[in-house]
T-cell receptor, first 114, second 115 residues
Framework: KAGVTQTPRYLIKTRGQQVTLSCSPISGHRSVSWYQQTPGQGLQFLFEYFSETQRNKGNFPGRFSGRQFSNSRSEMNVSTLELGDSALYLC?????????????FGPGTRLTVL | GENVEQHPSTLSVQEGDSAVIKCTYS??????FPWYKQELGKRPQLIID?????GEKKDQRIAVTLNKTAKHFSLHITETQPEDSAVYFC??????????????FGTGTRLTIIP
């Protein structure tokens, strides 16, 4: 079955703009988590959605938001972009069962803010 | 919240030798410990994981051990090959029914296999 997909793969934006990234989970997975990866900070948790509800949120400013649709696809939005938002944004999907909560990552969206 | 520390940050190993990467975690309620391998420009790939009801798990040349008392877990790669060169991340997670099952990652280990 198809893996996690993310679009777009690459984005170049300027400071002050806003951006929307999309993630389609593995079929049957209802949990989608988002992570930011940078050389300096490593892999940092952004938020997690399950059945269209945000279950967890990491320590990021309110400019970072997300949502999940009824088909489990998820989007994240970053408003008023800053240079420091340049990163690889990864989403991961999971069944989120007690004994089956492995998370599988998509290829990521590389965002460059100029 | 959970804190995961990973050592070493870089590791060079002669081809054929073994490599060991160690992680410690802070929250004793964490029960799921995956390891991811990330090659340059690619997504993290789950290579092995272990749950807190198991002390050791092996998959061919890769093994993971867990010491719940000491709150540390380790990745062991035997008979290393050039294709094992990558960055390896450990992570820890609470059980899903805690409502806070996000993965907390270590800072990564860049493993280089010397031919």
């Amino acid at each position: 079955k198809a893996g996690v997909t993310q679009t777009p793969r690459y984005l170049i934006k300027t400071r002050g703009q806003q951006v929307t990234l999309s993630c389609s989970p593995i079929s049957g997975h209802r949990s989608v988590s988002w992570y930011q990866q940078t050389p300096g900070q490593g892999l940092q948790f952004l938020f997690e959605y399950f059945s269209e509800t945000q279950r967890n949120k990491g320590n990021f400013p309110g400019r970072f938001s997300g949502r999940q649709f009824s088909n489990s696809r998820s989007e994240m939005n970053v408003s008023t972009l800053e240079l420091g938002d340049s990163a690889l944004y990864l989403c991961a999907s999971s069944f989120l069962l007690v004994e089956d909560n492995e998370q599988f990552f998509g290829p990521g969206t590389r965002l460059t803010v100029l | 919240g959970e804190n995961v520390e990973q050592h070493p940050s870089t590791l060079s190993v002669q081809e054929g030798d073994s490599a060991v990467i160690k992680c410690t975690y802070s929250d004793s309620a964490s029960n799921y410990f995956p390891w991811y391998k990330q090659e340059l420009g690619k997504r993290p790939q789950l290579i092995i994981d272990i749950r807190s009801n198991v002390g050791e798990k092996k998959d061919q040349r890769i093994a993971v051990t867990l010491n719940k008392t000491a709150k540390h877990f380790s990745l062991h790669i035997t008979e290393t090959q050039p294709e094992d060169s990558a960055v390896y991340f450990c992570a820890a997670s609470l059980p899903p029914n805690f409502g806070n099952e996000k993965l907390t990652f270590g800072t990564g280990t860049r493993l280089t296999i010397i031919p």
